[in-house]
């Protein structure tokens, strides 16, 4: 079988070069094209010197539909709107979708549920290993310890993110829900602020931190008098989301259309 070809929507963004990156550092795949949102200053460069991997020869583009024809997966860090479009795009190419921008509201969701029906779509708002390992002990100790235990959910991200929480947290804060067997929107308290009165019993609480250039912090605290056991997985490099990435689009190559996690990709599914 030859190499899996590759593309990368938004490919001159932070996850956009780094993905290019990782794709060039695997021998299992190679990159086939780029594209950029329409207007961007970066169409028409070469993605490789933009990605610091020396000139490649393949150059920005700004037409995703030619590039869903063309590969075997398209790999999207994008905005969530963008992303529901080349959902359709790739539902109808057939092309493996690996699914990484965050932020979603409902519509966009369901353009991407819907593309599962004709395509593998891959989606997580956290493709590192780390963090799918701490979704699933998130899980495991909320169902192990009794309610007694108020769960805050903290995160810090570097200063240009633009939703709140992170999509990380929000799926941990999920996690966390489905192991105590609650709805999870039924007890997020996203934001606090004022005179807010007491914390509810049962609620999961949202705190976010936003600075600098941190990669993504996130911690799980479960809180009872006089103890506390903390959960925390720290980010120091996007790499780790790109591996996870490149590993999902490989993993999804001859695999049945359909919604997976990387749970699914990594074995961790329950
Ligand atoms: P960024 O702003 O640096 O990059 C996004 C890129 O997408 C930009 O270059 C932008 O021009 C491009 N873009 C926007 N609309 C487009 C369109 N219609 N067509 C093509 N390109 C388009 O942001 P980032 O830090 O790279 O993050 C991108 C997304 O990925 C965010 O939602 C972030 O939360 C998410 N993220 C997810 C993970 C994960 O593991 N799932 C890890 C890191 C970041």
């Given at each position: ?34 594209t950029e949102v329409a207007g961007s200053e970066q169409i028409g460069r070469d993605l490789g010197e933009l990605a610091g991997l020396g000139s490649n020869g393949i150059v920005v583009g700004d037409d995703p539909a030619a590039l869903f024809a063309e590969a075997d997966a398209v790999l999207d860090f994008t905005v969530p709107a963008a992303s529901a479009d080349h959902a ?183």
């Open positions: 079988m030859g190499r899996t070809k590759i593309g990368i929507v938004g490919c001159a963004g932070r996850m956009g070069l780094t993905l290019a990156r990782q794709v060039a550092a695997n021998d299992g795949c190679e990159l086939c094209g780029g359709a795009l790739a539902a109808e190419s057939k092309t493996t979708h690996v699914v990484g921008t965050t932020g979603f509201e409902t519509l966009h969701q369901t353009a991407i549920n819907a593309a599962a029906v004709h395509t593998v779509v891959v989606q997580a708002a956290n493709m590192s290993l780390g963090v799918n390992l701490l979704l699933a002990l998130t899980r495991q100790v909320a169902a192990a310890l009794d309610p007694e235990f108020d769960i805050e959910i903290v995160e810090m991200h570097h200063r240009h993110k633009v939703d709140a929480p992170s999509g990380t947290a929000l799926a941990l804060g999920r996690a966390a829900a489905d192991g105590r067997g609650v709805e999870h929107d039924d007890v997020a308290a996203r934001g606090r602020d004022g005179i807010t009165g007491e914390r509810k019993p049962g609620d999961i609480g949202y705190a976010v931190l936003r600075g600098g250039n941190v990669v993504g912090e996130h911690s799980v605290v479960f809180a009872a008098a006089d103890e506390r056991v903390a959960l925390s997985h720290i980010a120091t490099d996007r790499a780790i989301f790109a591996r996870g990435a490149v590993t999902a689009a490989l993993w999804a190559q001859g695999k049945p259309p359909g919604l997976y996690g990387m749970a699914d990709v990594l074995g961790l599914a329950d």
